[in-house]
């Protein structure tokens, strides 16, 4: 039986590879590598693809995020609602401004946010609130806004996970002030390297994020704030162009791979699968199971994704520690148990393969493999709620 990868980019790069060799020729005939023609073209696409007035394109999504939190001059002593199951990223732009995360816990059906307990942590220094759409999937943003419009906060939508993703009609990116995208290459739209942007409609924010991205400077060679050196560049805007033109399709195959994988696991009694969206429309960067049965630590799951791998599906865990449990958010004050959904998550959740041209035939494979696995390691059945 053939090795099923978490992702595979290779097929999606042969469908179109004779485009993408001659958009990097050009590029690299032109000797503009650095902003250009090219940059602005993907940009206007990507803002317009998104519905927003305004597109910077940045080095990564941990720097968007970076530059949205300068640009609406968010710094110490403010803090940030967010997510404690998400990567690393998220809380880290925050801390790097200098602002404090305050981790709300999640919906364990959802994986995101639980909009239900943000006005709790509500404070006199919370500034902005940070849902991120996690693997794919909207949070259900009607609350946030609202929660946000009472006590005039701003929204900061991470995307880095769900580009092309709907709320109630709405792209992510353009219902916050500001949106967060990455460009990294396992992304529903991922180039071939690093690369991000942020959307807004905003355009005093637009300005000071495109300001801060080059060196603080508007006019070369006089700087009004310490910025950063941080540009999409015009190798990988040339490529992620030709992507965009692509990306509703492949974000349709993975939801057909979704479904698909959501018939397949109907009586797997041992698993939690993801839910429907009833209010918009996941992308599906991730498919993502819970073993609710699983013990502390996820012992368990890891033994199950251990004989995966060794059978030949290749599974992944995102994330195996939530982040107020991470060793660098010590001094934050966070115990075990404090937020305990995220916490369950963190040692339940199992990631299996997905990308849009991910074959029924392995999807046969994965699952049968993952039936014949929690056999062995007997996890008993799931108890839904």
């Given at each position: 039986?053939?090795?099923?990868?978490?992702?595979?980019?290779t097929e999606q790069f042969r469908a179109i590879q004779?485009?993408?060799?001659?958009?990097?020729?050009?590029?690299?005939?032109?000797?503009?590598?650095?902003?250009?023609?090219?940059?602005?073209?993907?940009?206007?696409?990507?803002?317009?693809?998104?519905?927003?007035?305004?597109?910077?394109?940045?080095?990564?999504?941990?720097?968007?995020?970076?530059?949205?939190?300068?640009?609406?001059?968010?710094?110490?002593?403010?803090?940030?609602?967010?997510?404690?199951?998400?990567?690393?990223?998220?809380?880290?732009?925050?801390?790097?401004?200098?602002?404090?995360?305050?981790?709300?816990?999640?919906?364990?059906?959802?994986?995101?946010?639980?909009?239900?307990?943000?006005?709790?942590?509500?404070?006199?220094?919370?500034?902005?609130?940070?849902?991120?759409?996690?693997?794919?999937?909207?949070?259900?943003?009607?609350?946030?806004?609202?929660?946000?419009?009472?006590?005039?906060?701003?929204?900061?939508?991470?995307?880095?996970?769900?580009?092309?993703?709907?709320?109630?009609?709405?792209?992510?990116?353009?219902?916050?002030?500001?949106?967060?995208?990455?460009?990294?290459?396992?992304?529903?739209?991922?180039?071939?390297?690093?690369?991000?942007?942020?959307?807004?409609?905003?355009?005093?924010?637009?300005?000071?994020?495109?300001?801060?991205?080059?060196?603080?400077?508007?006019?070369?060679?006089?700087?009004?704030?310490?910025?950063?050196?941080?540009?999409?560049?015009?190798?990988?805007?040339?490529?992620?162009?030709?992507?965009?033109?692509?990306?509703?399709?492949?974000?349709?195959?993975?939801?057909?791979?979704?479904?698909?994988?959501?018939?397949?696991?109907?009586?797997?009694?041992?698993?939690?699968?993801?839910?429907?969206?009833?209010?918009?429309?996941?992308?599906?960067?991730?498919?993502?199971?819970?073993?609710?049965?699983?013990?502390?630590?996820?012992?368990?799951?890891?033994?199950?994704?251990?004989?995966?791998?060794?059978?030949?599906?290749?599974?992944?865990?995102?994330?195996?520690?939530?982040?107020?449990?991470?060793?660098?958010?010590?001094?934050?004050?966070?115990?075990?148990?404090?937020?305990?959904?995220?916490?369950?998550?963190?040692?339940?959740?199992?990631?299996?393969?997905?990308?849009?041209?991910?074959?029924?035939?392995?999807?046969?494979?994965?699952?049968?493999?993952?039936?014949?696995?929690?056999?062995?390691?007997?996890?008993?059945?799931?108890?839904?709620?």
């Open positions: 039986m053939s090795v099923i990868p978490p992702v595979d980019l004779s485009d993408v060799n001659a958009a990097v020729a050009e590029v690299l005939a032109s000797g503009q590598y650095i902003n250009g023609p090219v940059v602005e073209t993907f940009t206007q696409a990507f803002g317009d693809y998104v519905g927003t007035k305004h597109c910077i394109g940045c080095n990564s999504g941990t720097d968007a995020l970076y530059l949205a939190l300068r640009a609406l001059n968010i710094g110490p002593g403010d803090e940030v609602i967010t997510s404690p199951f998400t990567f690393i990223a998220t809380a880290e732009a925050i801390s790097a401004v200098g602002a404090t995360p305050v981790f709300v816990d999640i919906d364990l059906d959802t994986f995101n946010i639980d909009v239900a307990k943000i006005e709790a942590a509500v404070s006199d220094r919370t500034r902005a609130i940070m849902p991120v759409h996690l693997f794919g999937r909207p949070v259900d943003m009607g609350p946030i806004m609202d929660l946000a419009a009472r006590y005039d906060l701003t929204m900061i939508e991470d995307c880095a996970q769900a580009t092309g993703a709907e709320w109630m009609g709405q792209q992510v990116g353009r219902i916050g002030q500001v949106g967060c995208f990455s460009f990294f290459p396992t992304k529903n739209l991922g180039g071939c390297g690093d690369g991000g942007a942020l959307t807004t409609n905003d355009d005093n924010l637009a300005a000071t994020a495109r300001m801060l991205s080059e060196h603080g400077s508007r006019v070369k060679y006089h700087h009004e704030a310490i910025g950063v050196n941080s540009r999409l560049d015009s190798v990988q805007a040339a490529i992620l162009a030709i992507k965009l033109r692509h990306l509703d399709r492949w974000n349709q195959q993975r939801s057909q791979v979704a479904d698909r994988y959501y018939h397949l696991l109907a009586s797997v009694t041992e698993v939690v699968r993801p839910l429907p969206v009833t209010f918009g429309r996941s992308v599906w960067n991730q498919y993502t199971l819970r073993l609710p049965q699983a013990t502390a630590e996820g012992q368990e799951r890891n033994q199950v994704q251990q004989l995966m791998r060794e059978a030949g599906v290749i599974c992944m865990v995102y994330y195996p520690l939530p982040l107020h449990l991470q060793p660098v958010y010590r001094s934050l004050g966070y115990q075990p148990g404090d937020l305990p959904q995220a916490e369950a998550a963190a040692q339940q959740v199992l990631s299996l393969p997905m990308f849009p041209e991910l074959g029924e035939a392995a999807q046969d494979q994965v699952v049968q493999t993952l039936k014949s696995v929690l056999a062995e390691v007997g996890l008993k059945a799931a108890q839904y709620c």
